[in-house]
């Protein structure tokens, strides 16, 4: 690291939940962390650089949101260790930018009161200063400064506004070396928090006059969509939307895709001579790779949806109408976000957990938060469902596939529910912990947050089939062809090759649940992620000559029965099939037992569902 | 709706003549200030994490509250508005919050 005489200075961005902090810290540092329209987005600490016009580099520090430094999850721990300088190794932050939604500066007030007892110099940020104005909320900034003794500039994060004034101030303040406190911070008993909740409201009262026009939209929309009744209703009308959406929306560009690779596929064959790299790109690449890539657009449309709902502020009212339902199983009320989160991808959803402060109410929530159906199932469910379910119209109005993915993802939640039960019943009995949550204003949602957004979620997902499935996919093209069959050999070349091999060896434990050898082939480089298993499945088919590329989900509905593709479809729903997942549970609960419970577990799970599905389909002549 | 038997405690503001009610059996609609917060949760536990978390998050005394969404199940959890902001909790957790009804706010006033 540089070893400059100054050091860069170091600042703290601390302040209540959902007042845009990382909106700030982005602005502040053109890092692209997520933002979104609800308490508790940021659980870990992320720092950033910039550099003043002068040339001098600040060190900006994100951190959670909290509303008092007495931290109780693990979340506000950071935010507390940070601002103390508690870690190992550090020392607190040279400035504290304190950021408050001026809105709703009550609680946030307090909160200053708390931070001028760690002693370091303060700025305050009062952002979302654009509704403030809008609202016509009155401020005395030059009093309410003098009264909390620190220096206020107003920002604009999403609009990057008022940031350099920010900047100046700070590197003003860090340059003019005011001399620090000492620091005289403890955790503030009832008595303390009573009295200094008088002090800030005696504040409120001096300097802010309230807004001239509220904003009366929030209470217009909530009456409906806080509705004991409508409110139910409407929250499942959208999540049906959503997955109708992502099955019939997506079919034409889909399509397209799929054409596209197999033209390529074609042509690749066509120019190239026949030989091993013209096998390895066709049938390896891009049989393999473009069998995942198919799914793009219906990836992003379901990002499309969860943003939507994240920067209105619909989650926490979504939390709020299946709070009951999650009590029921046992969860902790806070578990919804990171529940829905997994929706995603169960690895954010995991981190996310860090907001529930109880132990046991945290680890519940990671063992089966994978049970929620991840976009990487996507790929899986739509291939299997393709192949099998006919395209046909329910009640003239919805579409076959599209209901059965519906099913598929009520399957995840209702499964994920009843493990909870499971464990809050028969290992975990204990009080059910207190739970507040704020419900912030709707916001309209900002075009570029929402493009900004996709565009990284595409990334991700072209990332990860360039780095994982692509070589996952060379050496499943690798195994499907060597060893070359012997002379006179009369079978399929794949039966002899390595995978032919592995295939055949393990199938019979998969043979009670009527999985083919190719099925549990295609397993075994899912575990890396599980739409990996659909590009295995499009390597191993098209190297054993049965495939045209590109229509993986005809020469699917050609091999398999049906009993067969609805096991599969079974499996999945549980399949514990993320390396990276099982790693993410590993680092946040400091042990391997607990990813190898959760893998255990659902192991179990999944062979015994994909086992019921195939006997009974089975049986009923599938 | 009833007097709250529970002595106020001592040193907090009464408001005279108001009714008073526990924020956990409140219904839609009524509003009023908090005159009271104690550390007492659904189980009759007294618990100074919750008595702190309320008082943090803005239940304190002097601070106005309306009761303004229930759930269908059992009228849990609630929504109040509680002076510029709107929180979510459960009636459980909310017992320990006494208020002193507006004497004009009538059960479902706001429908
Ligand atoms: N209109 C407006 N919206 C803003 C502004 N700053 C942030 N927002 C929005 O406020 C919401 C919260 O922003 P975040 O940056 O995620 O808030 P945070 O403080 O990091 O939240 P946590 O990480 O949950 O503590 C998002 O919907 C932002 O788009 C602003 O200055 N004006
Ligand atoms: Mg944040």
């Not at chain 1, 939307?241 to 397209?256: I, K, N, R, S």
């Not at chain 1, 890539?293 to 379901?302: E, S």
């Not at chain 1, 900002?446 to 996709?454: E, G, H, S, T």
């Not at chain 2, 004497?103 to 706001?110: N, R, V």
Request: net charge neutral; glycine share 8%; proline share 6%.
């Amino acid at each position: 690291m540089s070893t400059a005489f100054a050091a860069a200075t170091r600042v703290a961005l601390v302040g209540n939940p959902n007042s845009g902090k990382t909106a700030l810290f982005n602005a502040l540092t053109g890092s692209r962390q997520k933002v979104a329209n609800y308490a508790g987005v940021t659980v870990e600490r992320k720092e950033g650089h910039l550099t003043t016009p002068e040339g001098r580099t600040i060190s900006v520090l994100d951190l959670p949101g909290t509303y008092s430094l007495r931290a109780r999850s693990p979340d506000e721990m950071v935010t507390r260790d940070a601002v103390l300088g508690r870690l190992a190794g550090e020392t607190p932050p040279d400035v504290v930018v304190c950021v408050a939604d001026a809105t709703n500066l009550r609680l946030v007030l307090r909160l200053i009161l708390e931070l001028k007892q760690v002693g370091r110099p303060l700025v305050l940020a009062l952002n979302m200063f654009d509704i403030a104005q809008r609202q016509g909320l009155r401020i005395d900034i030059e009093g309410l400064s003098r009264e909390i003794g620190a220096p206020i500039v107003t920002t604009v994060a999403t609009r990057k506004r008022g940031i350099e004034e920010l900047v100046a101030k700070v590197d003003e303040l860090a340059r003019s070396g005011v001399l620090n406190g000492p620091q005289t911070w403890r955790e503030p008993d009832a008595g303390e928090i009573r009295s200094a909740h008088r002090e800030a409201q005696r504040i409120m009262k001096a300097h802010v006059l309230p807004p001239e026009r509220p904003d009366t939209w929030t209470a217009k929309i909530d009456s409906v969509l806080l509705h004991p009744v409508w409110g139910l209703v409407i929250l499942t009308a959208i999540m049906f939307v959503m997955f109708q959406a992502v099955f019939t929306w997506a079919t034409p560009v889909a399509d397209l895709i799929d054409a596209g690779f197999a033209w390529l596929a074609t042509t690749v064959g066509q120019i190239l001579p026949p030989g091993l790299l013209t096998d390895l790109l066709t049938n390896g690449i891009i049989s393999g790779v473009g069998s995942v890539l198919v799914f793009l657009p219906q990836i992003l449309i379901l990002f499309f949806f969860i943003i939507m709902l994240e920067d209105t502020g619909y989650m926490a009212r979504a939390a709020f109408l299946l709070d009951r339902i999650m009590g029921g199983a046992g969860l902790h009320g806070r578990a919804f976000i990171p529940l829905l989160s997994s929706v995603a991808c169960a690895i954010p959803g995991i981190m996310s957990t860090r907001v529930i402060d109880n132990k046991r109410d945290r680890l519940t929530t990671i063992l089966v938060a994978p049970l929620m159906t991840c976009s990487a199932r996507i790929p899986v469910y739509t291939l299997i469902i393709g192949a099998f379910i006919p395209h046909v119209k329910v009640w003239g109005l919805f579409n076959l596939p599209g209901l059965v993915m519906f099913g598929l993802y009520a399957a995840g939640i209702v499964s994920a529910l009843v493990v909870a039960f499971v464990i809050r019943t028969f290992f975990w009995r204990g009080l059910v912990e207190p739970f507040l949550m704020e419900l912030p204003a709707y916001k309209t949602p900002d075009p570029a947050n929402i493009a900004r957004n996709l565009w990284q979620r595409a990334n991700i997902f072209l990332n990860r089939a360039g780095r994982i499935i692509l070589p996952l996919m060379v050496l499943v093209w690798f195994l499907s062809t060597f060893p070359y069959p012997p002379a006179g050999a009369t079978g399929p070349a794949i039966d002899y090759s390595f995978a032919g091999m592995i295939g055949h060896f393990i199938q019979p434990i998969f043979a009670p649940i009527g999985f083919s050898w190719q099925m549990t082939v295609a397993l075994i480089p899912g575990m890396a992620a599980r739409e990996v298993a659909v590009a295995a499945l499009g390597t191993v088919y098209a190297v054993g000559g049965e495939a045209d590329p590109g229509a993986l989900s005809a020469t699917l509905a050609h091999q398999w029965s049906l009993a067969s593709g609805l096991a599969f479809l079974a499996w999945y729903i549980f399949a514990p099939q993320c390396a990276a997942t099982l790693g993410v549970v590993k680092r946040e609960t400091n042990s391997w037992k607990w990813p190898a419970i959760m893998f255990g577990y659902m192991v179990a799970l999944a062979y015994l569902a994909a086992f019921v599905t195939y006997q009974v389909a089975h049986a009923l002549g599938g | 709706m009833r007097m709250l038997d529970t002595p106020i405690l001592a040193g907090q503001p009464s408001v005279e003549g108001a009714t008073t009610v526990r924020l956990s059996e409140a219904e839609r609609g009524q509003r009023g200030t908090i005159i009271g917060v104690s550390a007492e949760t659904s189980e009759g536990i007294a618990s100074e994490e919750l008595h702190r978390r309320l008082l943090e998050f803005g239940f304190v005394e002097g601070a106005r509250v309306e009761l303004i969404h229930e759930g269908l199940v059992g009228r849990n959890p609630i929504a109040v508005r509680l002076d510029d902001m709107r929180v979510a909790l459960r009636r459980g957790d909310a017992r320990g919050v006494l208020i002193a009804l507006d004497s004009d706010a009538l059960p479902l006033a706001a429908e």
